[in-house]
Every structure is written in C-alpha cells, then in structure tokens.
C-alpha cells in the first residue's frame, strides 16, 4: 500500500456523521454571526489565499478539517481553514465526482469533472492513474469509518469557547 501523502487530501466524511458539523451546529442554533466571525479572523491571518494550493482568490469556503481516532470513534474538529473552490471540491469528492446532486452542480458552475481531478494533479504533482488508486483508497476507508457511530469533539471550535479564546489557543499551537 502506498502512503504517499498528499498535499491536497481527500477527507470523506463517513456517512453515519454526515451534516454534524460547525457549520450547521450554527446554523442550526441561530448563530450564522459566529460562522461569519470565524471566517472574518481567516481572512485576517491568512488573508484572500487558499490554504491548501494558496492561489489568491475573492471567495475563499471554510472547510471544517476533522481527525479521526478509528480505536475510540470520536471524529475531532482540529482546524478550520479557507480553501478555493477546487481544493474544496476534493475534500468532498463523494459529492462532486460521483453524485447526481454534484452533476447537476457542476453544469451549473461550468466546471467539468476533469477540471478538478486536474487540479489535484497539479497540486500534488501526480498522475490521473495515481489520483485514481488515491481515490479508491478514500472510498475503502470511508466505507470502513462508516459502519460506525462517532462521537465529535469540537475541540477549541466548541462554543462555550469565544473567538478570543480559540484566537490565543491557536497561539499556543502555531
Ligand atoms: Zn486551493
Ligand atoms: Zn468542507
């Protein structure tokens, strides 16, 4: 097995945590102000670049990047950071490569399906048959992660932590 890592990984979620996450814990709740405030201090430290490919871009997603203890089954929340479209469009593959819901998105968005396996390639400077054999490794895994129920920690993400608080953690991290 190779194990290779790549700059630009594939991260899918397993299904049976599907939509728990920081974002739709605000949005849920009533506060979308918090996930703008988050997105505000990202554009502060790490300004209008994707964090993944750091091309400069206007409109930057935030994506949640979430580790996995496969002994203990909890999935924690270790980072949010800004990412282009296409970085983005990886991590959640399942959804645009292989989706009629992504299909329908891409026509939309003009952006081919080969676009953004292309893209991968060009970030981690590799072949289409090596994104390929990437790719159905990912598919392995989630399928294994997904037999199971998970319990999310939200780390320093959590809301009984202020802006404040995650900004002097991050210090300590960084
Ligand atoms: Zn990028
Ligand atoms: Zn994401």
Redesign the pocket.
Same mark, same amino acid.
């Given at each position: 097995m190779i194990t290779k890592q790549f700059k630009l990984s594939i991260e899918l979620v397993p299904s049976t945590i599907w939509y728990v996450n920081l974002y739709n814990h605000y949005k849920n709740n009533n506060q979308m102000e918090k996930w703008h405030q988050l997105k505000q201090y990202l554009f502060e430290i790490e300004r209008k670049h =994707?964090w *993944? =490919?750091k091309?400069e871009e206007r409109n930057l997603e935030a994506h949640e990047f979430w580790e996995y203890d496969d002994y203990k089954h909890i999935q924690k929340l270790a980072a949010v950071h800004h990412? =282009?479209d296409? =970085?983005h469009k990886i991590k959640h593959i399942g959804l645009w490569l292989h989706s009629i819901d992504g299909d329908k998105m891409l026509h939309q968005q003009r952006i081919k399906k080969e676009d953004i396996i292309d893209h991968f390639c060009k *970030?981690n400077i590799c072949s289409v048959a090596d994104f390929k054999k990437y790719e159905e490794r990912a598919f392995v895994q989630w399928e294994q992660r997904s037999k199971f129920q998970w319990k999310q920690d939200l780390g320093i993400y959590h809301p009984k932590f202020g802006l404040k608080e995650l900004k002097s953690q991050q210090r300590l991290v960084n």
């Open positions: =994707c *993944v =490919c091309k990412l =282009c296409l =970085c *970030v």
